[in-house]
């Protein structure tokens, strides 16, 4: 049965490039492949996609550049693929506007799944309100941009974006880093992963959230998170 989204897969290497798209059309995906950036570019241009898996190492343009350009231009779901078991190129991914990231040798059913949480998470997002309000923030869901009191408008990454729309849907909830992960990327953490913790400073910083002494994410010793003031839909 078609699930009605499409795929671009972006991968130099044609037997992944294949094997993915194979794997995803026996469930339902309809696929699109490309080596490159030039491919991408082509790819967007036919028919936008509604997710995009895309290599980090490629000739040319490297996945890193195409993930920020693709993201200035687009809000379009990115599951990026890493040979490297390094995490800062996973972070590094992430804080590029990268949605989540698998590294290879991957299950294909695991990036199925992560697919799907994906598109779940996103599909959730939409029957929300386009702005939220909590301290002296506005969240715009459509453009994936903060809206501070001066009307100054700052995009966030595909990862930042999610963690903050979990931390508005339970305000005043305090938050394990397993209920984020889990919220927020739609599976477990893996074990030891502080990748969280990463996220919650990098996300302060762009509140303007004074580390030593947060007002509106707080660290609760030995529990979690909070984020501690309250959430208004206006619009």
């Given at each position: 049965m078609s699930t009605g989204k499409r795929i671009l897969i972006v991968d130099d290497d044609e037997d992944i490039r294949?094997?993915?798209a194979d794997y995803l059309s026996r469930h339902g995906f309809e696929c699109q492949m490309a080596a490159d950036g030039s491919g991408l570019d082509q790819g967007f241009a036919s028919h936008a996609p509604d997710l995009v898996i895309l290599d980090l190492m490629l000739p040319g343009e490297d996945g890193f550049s195409l993930c920020k350009r693709l993201r200035q231009q687009s809000q379009v779901?990115?599951?990026m693929l890493t040979a490297s078991a390094d995490d800062t190129d996973r972070i590094l991914g992430l804080e590029l506007g990268a949605?989540?990231?698998?590294a290879k040798?991957?299950?294909?059913r695991e990036l199925l799944a992560r697919i799907k949480a994906i598109l779940r998470r996103t599909q959730s997002f939409g029957g929300q309100a386009r702005f939220q309000r909590f301290g002296p923030w506005q969240l715009d869901r459509t453009t994936r941009e903060l809206v501070g009191n001066d009307a100054q408008r700052?995009?966030?990454?595909g990862a930042d974006f999610a963690l903050l729309n979990v931390f508005l849907s339970h305000p005043q909830q305090v938050l394990s880093r397993d209920d984020l992960f889990d919220l927020s990327r739609g599976r477990d953490a893996p074990p030891l992963d502080r990748s969280i913790d990463v996220h919650i400073c990098r996300l302060r910083a762009r509140l303007g959230d004074d580390a030593k002494s947060p007002q509106l994410i707080k660290t609760i010793r030995g529990a979690g998170y909070i984020l501690a003031v309250p959430v208004e839909n206006v619009g």
């Open positions: 294949q094997l993915i779901p990115i599951i949605d989540d990231y698998l040798p991957f299950n294909p700052e995009s966030l990454s």
